[in-house]
């Protein structure tokens, strides 16, 4: 089992560009999330999908958008890309009912 | 969620138990305690979590105060592997099988935990 697995592992954007983030869940998982983490701060929570649906979302603006597909991958986009939007980008995956969470290494973003 | 209170930074010998503390004067009733970790440069890793009673699995053990205030997560023989960001979170249970999962995780910024040589 592969665990969660995201790409790209780093990326360099400019400002006002979009990106997007790709991640597999752990198999048999359903449930994907995604936090943003700041150099020296916690992970903070960004969304959650499940059935294709975004079922939940932190505090982030509309610029941030997602999408789950049938197989249960899952992709963060980020537009209009700002320097602040520079970050370690994590996706966790879990089962609906389950209350574990699996984190992927992660995608660091620099926006210069 | 309820917030939690851990300190900055600690220091532990190798081969040592680590007692790592967690306050959460505020939890409510239905709120699961969580402990996870983040060694340097990878994601988060779930170790353990409880509602009220002490629990233990390979990794850890956690013990909740009777009123459930606050609660410490021990490393029962901490090696150099150990040296990670451990954050203590509290969380709803999941609601219903037809009304959502698990909500997501809401992270401090947690004790950097140095283990010593």
């Known amino acids: 089992d592969a665990g969660v697995t995201q790409s790209p592992t780093h990326l360099i954007k400019t400002r006002g560009q979009q990106v997007t983030l790709r991640c597999s869940p752990k198999?048999?998982?359903?449930?994907v999330s995604w936090y943003q983490q700041a150099l020296g701060q916690g992970p903070q929570f960004i969304f959650q999908?499940?059935?294709?649906?975004?079922?939940q979302r932190g505090n982030f603006p509309d610029r941030f958008s997602g999408h789950q597909f049938p197989n249960y991958s899952s992709e963060l986009n980020v537009n209009a890309l700002l320097l602040g939007d520079s970050a370690l980008y994590l996706c966790?995956?879990?089962?609906?009912?389950?209350?574990?969470?699996?984190f992927g290494q992660g995608t660091r973003l620099t926006v210069v | 969620d309820a917030k939690t209170t851990q300190p900055t930074s600690m220091d532990c010998a190798e081969g040592r138990a680590a007692n790592l503390p967690c306050n959460h004067s505020?939890?409510?009733?239905?709120?699961?305690v969580y402990w996870y970790r983040q060694i340097h440069s990878q994601g988060p890793q779930y170790i353990i979590h409880?509602?009220?009673n002490n629990e233990t699995n390979e990794m850890a053990s956690l013990i909740i105060t009777e009123d459930r205030k606050s609660s410490t997560l021990i490393l029962p023989h901490a090696t150099l592997r150990d040296t990670a960001v451990y954050y203590c979170?509290?969380?709803?249970?999941?609601?219903?099988?037809?009304?959502?999962?698990?909500?997501?995780?809401?992270f401090g910024k947690g004790t950097h935990l140095i283990i010593q040589p």
């Open positions: 966790a995956s879990s089962l609906e009912r389950s209350t574990e969470a699996f």
């Open positions: 198999s048999g998982h359903d449930t």
């Open positions: 999908y499940y059935e294709e649906e975004e079922r």
């Open positions: 505020t939890i409510s009733g239905n709120e699961y």
């Open positions: 409880g509602l009220k």
């Open positions: 979170i509290v969380r709803a249970k999941p609601r219903t099988i037809s009304g959502g999962g698990a909500d997501g995780l809401t």
